[in-house]
């Protein structure tokens, strides 16, 4: 069963999806402030101490709140907002990539499609990094300091205005790059 979640504030297409229906909902751009960031400058070399999931956060997702949070670059069929610095990071401890799953050959597994949507919903976070005038730096994230689908990233940023229990944006300030799932390292 398909299930749709427009994310608030998002110029992209945002697709929970099945592995074998894929329905898309479009959303138009907003317009993104110039000013240009040199994104490796958002990379930490040491991982921040004690992370939380991304899931402990919707339980009081508060607009201006700091948080560090962990997860994996998951949580729809393209995780990557193209050329904006946006990604959509899932919590391991809720959702699974499909190809954790035994004797599923998923193509995309980081869509996670095998789990409940409901539980999609608050177990992702929208982390984005916002240019001098508060917009998201047109520049995409893929590949940035090895970022990739499935990559455990670990975020310290702030909750952003319009999230709420159903949406939760950060606004990264430092992202360290840990592990990429076994499955991106054999296929890609």
Not at 57 to 75: I, S
Request: aromatic fraction near 2%; proline fraction near 6%; include cysteine.
């Amino acid at each position: 069963m398909n299930n749709i979640l427009l994310l608030a504030g998002l110029g992209t297409l945002v697709v929970l999806s099945s592995c074998k229906d894929k329905e898309t909902v479009s959303v138009e751009p907003t317009e993104v402030g110039e000013t240009s960031l040199n994104l490796e400058s958002y990379l930490l070399k040491e991982a921040p101490e004690n992370p939380v999931a991304i899931s402990q956060v919707f339980a009081n997702p508060t607009p201006g709140t700091k948080v560090t949070v962990t997860g994996e670059v998951m949580g729809r069929s393209e995780p990557f907002v193209e050329n904006r610095a946006m990604l959509v990071l899932g919590d391991p401890t809720k959702i699974i990539p499909c190809n954790r799953n035994d004797d599923d050959h998923c193509e995309t597994p980081w869509d996670v499609c095998c789990d409940d949507p409901d539980v999609i919903k608050t177990s992702i976070a929208t982390i984005q990094i916002l240019d001098n005038e508060g917009m998201p730096v047109k520049e995409g994230l893929k590949g940035l300091g090895g970022i990739q689908e499935l990559t455990t990233l670990t975020v310290v940023g702030t909750i952003a205005e319009g999230s709420n229990e159903q949406n939760l944006i950060i606004n990264a300030e430092g992202i360290h790059v840990g592990e990429t799932d076994e499955f991106m390292t054999k296929n890609h």
